[in-house]
């Protein structure tokens, strides 16, 4: 990869935190663990006040991991709206502003099905 690509698309801040979170990952112990460590990374590098792991599942999208406001008060079960839904609907990156927030979603495809999503809140820039 090209360095200067590096320096001009990431700062050392958030290749650092993107790197600390993909070895927590790959030593996470469980799914659950894995997600959270996932959204925590995520919020850091998205600087995002909210994240949430959408796992896909046969009996429709469940949280998986969850980071920031409101965390505690989130539901397991996820309802297929906002940029979740265009994610998934389009299989790439969405992206839904209003009313000064931002939600951005990316989904994660295993055998070209849906497996995950990670999903991102927060001001709109």
């Known amino acids: ?46 600087r995002a006040d909210r994240v949430t792991v959408v796992r896909i599942g046969d009996d429709g999208p469940r949280v998986a991991g969850t980071t920031g406001a409101g965390a505690e008060r989130i539901d397991d079960v996820v309802a297929l709206t906002g940029a979740l839904a265009a994610a998934l609907a389009t299989a790439g990156a969405s992206e839904v502003r209003s009313s000064g927030a931002a939600e951005v979603a990316a989904p994660a495809e295993v055998a070209g099905r849906p497996w995950a999503a990670v999903v991102a809140a927060g001001p709109a820039a």
């Open 1 to 46: 990869m090209d360095s200067g690509w590096r320096e001009s698309r990431w700062g050392r801040r958030d290749r650092t935190a993107l790197g600390a979170a993909i070895r927590a990952v790959a030593g996470a112990p469980d799914l659950a663990s894995a997600a959270g460590l996932i959204a925590e990374g995520a919020a850091s590098l998205l």
